[in-house]
C-alpha cells in the first residue's frame, strides 16, 4: 500500500497528515465501501480471509483522517491479545498510534483498576490469571468424589467460565446447565446431572475461597466493570467522553455480559461498527452467541450492512470444499452468501485414511518432512532471509491428539512450535536481543535502511528461534511502512506488554479452536474420523469447527483419519 502518512506543518509544530485516497488503494469495492462508511452504525459480515482486519483498521483510518473522531476516543475490541497486537501495529503503520484496540477483558480491566480507588475503594485485588490452583483446592473443600488432575480442572474452569459469562450463579447452576444441554464427564462416572451437581458445589468453593483470598478472575473483571459502570454515574460518563467511537471484531463471538459490557460503553450512541461470521461461530459452548451479529440490523434498522465474499487467503479449491462443509449442514444461510476466491487454482484438499494413528502419524509427518526439505523453510533454522519461508500447521480437536505428532516431529529433529501460554518475552535470551534493539535504536540509520540494521544487530545470536521471529517481523513491518528501527522496538514492546509473541518458525501444533485467526500455507487437518470430530452434541457448532479448520489454509489442505471417517467428509 502507498504510504497513507506525510507529514505537514502546523503552527510550526509537525503533525501527521493522513492521505484519504491512500488508504484506500488496493481495497476491492466491498472493502471500499465499509471503510468509507465511517458513521454507525455499521455491520459487516465478512467472510474467512475476506481482509476483515485490514478493513476495519483502515476504516478507523479513514474516519480519523477525515476528521469524523480523534484517534484517543476510538475503541476497537476483539477477543485474543494476538488479534488486538495485530489491530494496533497496522493501525501505527497507517498513522494512527494512539488509537485504543483491546480485548473485552483487557479494556475492562484497564478501567476497572484506574476507577477502583475512586468508585469501589482500598486497593485493587489480586488477579487470578490461572484457574486450576484455586479449583483444585474448592474440590477439596466441596468434599467431592474427584481428584484434582488436569483434564478435570480444566473442565470445571470452562463450566465456571461458562455460567459467569451469562451470570449464572453457583445456586443456580445445574438447572440452567440442564436446560442449555450441558453435559460433562467427570472420573467418578456419576450421571450427568449427579456430574453437575458436583461441580456446582466446586463452583460454590470456588468462588468462597476467591473472596477469603480477595482474589478475582477474568470473569469478574468484566461482571465488576458492568456493576461499576451501572452504579456509579460519574465512572459511567467519564469512560463515555473518552471512547465515543467503537469497533467490534469477531462480533459472533461476543458473549452476553460482553454485550451487556459494550452496551453500557456505548449508552445511547451508535457510532459502532460490529463485524463477524456466523459460519465461524465456534465458541457457544463458552457463553458466545452469534444472535448479537445476526439480529444487529433489528436492533439498529438504520444500520449498514456489507457483505465481504471475496477470499484472499485460500485457493478456489479450499473455499469450494469449506462452502460445501456448510451446505451439508444447511449452515450457509446464516451469513446469507458463500465464500468466491480471487486466487489462481490449486490442488483439491486430499483425504487420506489409515487403519491406526500410529500409521496416521508416520504419514502425516513424512508429508511434512518432504514439504521441509523441498523449501528448505526451518529443518536446521537455515533460512535466515526468510525467502523460502513455509508455513506448516497440524491442526487437531484436541491436545491430546497432537502429542504424537509432537513426539514424532521432534525425533526428526523437525522444528515445532505449540501455540500456548508459554512466556515468550519472559526468555532471557529474547530478553538480551530486545536490550541490543534497544541501544541501536537510538542511532541513526544511514539511508534509512533500518532492516539491515536490526540484521546486523542480531547476527551475533546465531539461527535462534527468536531471531527468525524478530526478522519476520521486522521483514513485515517494513513492508507496511514503518520508518525506524524505534518503530520495530514499540511494536515489541507493545507485543510483550501484550504477551503476543511474533511467529515462531517450525511446525505449528495447535487445536482447532486455538487456530481460529490465524493461517498457514499447509494445513494438516489430522484426526478427521468418528467419534473426534464431531465430538459433542452440538453438530452444526462441530461443523463450523471443521470449517474454520479448512479455512486457515492457504495452498493446501491435507485431511487424515485413522478407524472410521468423520461424515463431514462425505461431502469432499
Same mark, same amino acid.
Given at each position: ?45 465478512? $467472510? ?106 480444566? /473442565? ?25 444441554? !450441558?453435559?460433562?464427564? %467427570? ?44 452504579? /456509579?454515574? /460519574?465512572? !459511567? ?115 487420506? $485414511? ?33 525467502? $523460502? ?39 532471557? /535470551? ?40 524478530? %526478522? !519476520?517481523?521486522? !521483514? ?59 465430538? $459433542? ?36
Amino acid at each position: 500500500m502507498p504510504n497513507a502518512i506525510s507529514q505537514v506543518e502546523k503552527f510550526g509544530v509537525r503533525e501527521v497528515a493522513l492521505d484519504l485516497e491512500a488508504i484506500l488503494e488496493g481495497l476491492d469495492p466491498d472493502q471500499q465501501e465499509v471503510v468509507k462508511s465511517i458513521r454507525g452504525p455499521v455491520c459487516v459480515i465478512a $467472510g474467512a480471509g475476506t481482509g476483515k482486519t485490514r478493513v476495519v483498521t483502515h476504516r478507523i483510518a479513514y474516519a480519523v483522517g477525515s476528521g469524523i473522531t480523534d484517534a484517543s476516543h476510538t475503541l476497537a475490541l476483539t477477543f485474543t491479545a494476538r488479534a488486538a497486537g495485530e489491530m494496533r501495529a497496522r493501525l501505527r503503520a497507517l498513522g494512527i498510534p494512539n488509537a485504543s484496540a483491546r480485548t473485552f477483558h483487557s479494556a475492562a480491566l484497564k478501567q476497572l483498576m484506574y476507577f477502583w480507588p475512586y468508585s469501589l475503594g482500598g486497593s485493587f485485588p489480586s488477579l487470578l490469571t490461572m484457574k486450576s490452583g484455586f479449583i483444585g483446592e474448592a474440590i477439596g473443600r466441596a468434599d467431592v468424589p474427584l481428584a484434582p488432575q488436569a483434564a478435570v480442572l480444566r /473442565d470445571i474452569a470452562g463450566e465456571i467460565e461458562w455460567a459467569k459469562s451469562l451470570e449464572i450463579p453457583p445456586d443456580e447452576y445445574v438447572e440452567s446447565a440442564l436446560g442449555a444441554a !450441558r453435559t460433562i464427564r %467427570l472420573p467418578n462416572n456419576k450421571a450427568n446431572k449427579a456430574a453437575l451437581e458436583d461441580v456446582s458445589k466446586v463452583y460454590q468453593a470456588y468462588e468462597t475461597l476467591k473472596r477469603q483470598e480477595r482474589t478475582i478472575d477474568f470473569e469478574d473483571v468484566l461482571l465488576l466493570t458492568v456493576g461499576m459502570l451501572e452504579e /456509579d454515574r /460519574d465512572v !459511567r460518563d467519564r469512560i463515555r467522553d473518552q471512547f465515543r467511537y467503537f469497533t467490534v471484531d469477531e462480533y459472533q463471538d461476543v458473549s452476553p455480559l460482553q454485550q451487556r459490557l459494550l452496551n453500557l460503553w456505548l449508552g445511547n450512541r451508535d457510532d459502532l461498527c460490529v463485524v463477524g461470521d456466523a459460519a465461524q461461530t465456534i465458541y457457544s459452548f463458552a457463553g458466545a452467541s452469534s444472535s448479537y451479529l445476526l439480529t444487529f440490523p433489528k436492533r439498529f434498522p438504520e444500520a449498514k450492512v456489507i457483505r465481504l465474499t471475496r477470499g484472499y487467503r485460500s485457493t478456489p479449491e479450499i473455499i469450494t470444499s469449506a462452502n460445501a462443509v456448510l451446505r451439508q449442514g444447511n449452515l450457509h444461510n446464516e451469513s446469507g452468501f458463500e465464500l468466491s476466491s480471487v486466487n489462481e487454482h490449486g490442488v483439491a484438499p486430499a483425504t487420506h $485414511g489409515y487403519e491406526n494413528s500410529d500409521s496416521e502419524v508416520a504419514s502425516v509427518v513424512d508429508r511434512i518432512e518432504a514439504l521441509v526439505a523441498a523449501s528448505k523453510s526451518f529443518g536446521d533454522l537455515n533460512d535466515v532471509d526468510l525467502s $523460502g519461508h513455509l508455513e506448516i500447521a497440524i491442526l487437531a480437536r484436541t491436545n491430546a491428539q497432537l502429542t504424537p505428532f509432537e513426539q514424532e516431529l521432534r525425533r526428526r529433529k523437525i522444528a515445532t512450535q505449540i501455540k500456548s501460554s508459554e512466556r515468550f518475552f519472559e526468555r532471557v /535470551d529474547v530478553r538480551d536481543a530486545m536490550r541490543v534493539i534497544r541501544s541501536a535504536s537510538v542511532l541513526p540509520t544511514e539511508g534509512g535502511d533500518w532492516y539491515s540494521d536490526l540484521s546486523s544487530v542480531l547476527r551475533p545470536f546465531g539461527e535462534a528461534d527468536y531471531v527468525h521471529a524478530f %526478522l !519476520r517481523l521486522g !521483514r513485515e513491518l517494513r513492508n507496511n511502512g514503518a520508518a525506524s528501527l524505534r518503530t520495530f522496538l514499540r511494536e515489541l514492546e507493545d507485543r510483550a506488554e501484550q504477551n503476543n509473541p511474533p511467529t515462531l518458525p517450525g511446525v505449528m501444533l495447535a487445536t482447532l479452536h486455538s487456530a481460529k485467526g490465524l493461517e498457514w500455507d499447509h494445513v494438516f487437518l489430522v484426526g478427521v474420523s468418528e467419534g473426534f470430530l464431531p465430538m $459433542g452434541s452440538d453438530i452444526n457448532e462441530e461443523r463450523r469447527l471443521f470449517y474454520v479448520g479448512l479455512t486457515r489454509a492457504k495452498s493446501q489442505v491435507h485431511l487424515s483419519y485413522s478407524g472410521t471417517p468423520s461424515p463431514f467428509l462425505q461431502v469432499l
